[in-house]
């Protein structure tokens, strides 16, 4: 399974930006996608998280900000993410869990300035 993440870059506080994960390979119909975020210094932490079946879980922090969908014919995952805060920076990560496996792909940089 490959990730293949887009959409990170430099936006100023209170922007939006919309980060796009498509997954590849051999998956299959269950699984779960979702973002991960690194701040420098920091451990990952948890953004947001989709289910095959629509359930989404948030991390109180980007509650109400960031949404989280996801197109399943297509493998797609997709973070919107509203009222950018300086707090928000970090390198966004892409996981598919699929029968008790992770994947990753690689970051893409989110920055935002004051």
């Known amino acids: 399974v490959q990730l293949q993440a887009s959409g990170g870059g430099l936006v100023q506080v209170g922007g939006s930006l919309r980060l796009s994960c498509v997954a590849s390979g051999s998956i299959f119909s269950l699984y779960v996608m979702g973002w991960y975020r690194q701040a420098p210094g920091k451990q990952r932490e948890l953004v947001a998280t989709?289910?095959?079946?629509?359930?989404?879980n948030y991390a109180d922090s980007v509650k109400g900000r960031f949404t989280i969908s996801r197109d399943n014919h297509k493998n797609t995952v997709y973070l919107q993410m509203n009222s950018l805060k300086p707090e928000d920076t970090a390198v966004y990560y892409c996981?598919?869990?699929?029968?008790?496996?992770?994947?990753w792909g690689k970051g893409t940089q989110v920055t935002v300035s004051s």
């Open positions: 989709s289910t095959t079946g629509g359930i989404t």
């Open positions: 996981d598919l869990t699929m029968r008790g496996v992770d994947y």
